[in-house]
Each structure stands twice: as C-alpha cells, then as structure tokens.
C-alpha cells in the first residue's frame, strides 16, 4: 500500500496532476491507519497486551477528529476566484 500511495505521488507530481497527488496522500494516510491497527492486533495475540488493540483504535478516532475539525472549520476549501477559469480541475484547484 505505501509503495502504491508513494507511485501515485510521484506520477502525479510528474503530471502535474494535483487530484492523484492528492490521492497519493490519502493512500499513505489509509495505509498508515492499517498498519497501526495491525499493529495493535499484533501485539494483543502475541503479547497479550489487551490495551494495544484499544491504543490503535484510539490512533483512528484521532486521525477522524482531526479531519472533522478540517472539514468544519473550511480550511481545505480554495476560494474559486482563486483559480483562473482555463485551470478548473487541472492544476490550481
């Protein structure tokens, strides 16, 4: 997964494709979320750390309340005028 999010960074940059630059991203958040609940799973069967199941849990509400707090706030919104008209979904927005 974190070498298709780092492919897909990489081929957007090249095409100077700001959507599958961004989606590069979210992949690499996707997979960093996986990995910590495989992580906390692990540790639990192996360890039997009951907590550690719980404490990757706890990485994902984070990550959720986060993205909340974005999304309500409006900072990941760009102001149309701040484009110009030819650059709608290219480059710019």
């Given at each position: 997964m974190f070498a298709m999010a780092f492919g897909k960074a990489r081929t957007g940059a090249a095409?100077?494709?700001a959507?599958?630059?961004t989606e590069g991203?979210?992949?690499l958040i996707d997979?960093?979320?996986v990995a910590a609940v495989l992580l906390g799973l692990v540790l639990n069967s192996a360890f039997g750390w009951w907590w550690a199941d719980p404490a990757a849990g706890y990485?994902?509400?984070y990550y959720a309340v986060r993205e909340v707090r974005e999304i309500f706030s409006g900072?990941?919104?760009v102001p149309l005028?701040?484009?110009?008209?030819e650059t709608?979904?290219?480059t710019c927005c």
């Open positions: 095409l100077n494709n959507v599958l630059t991203r979210v992949t997979g960093a979320l990485v994902l509400v900072e990941h919104l005028t701040a484009c110009p008209p709608y979904g290219y």
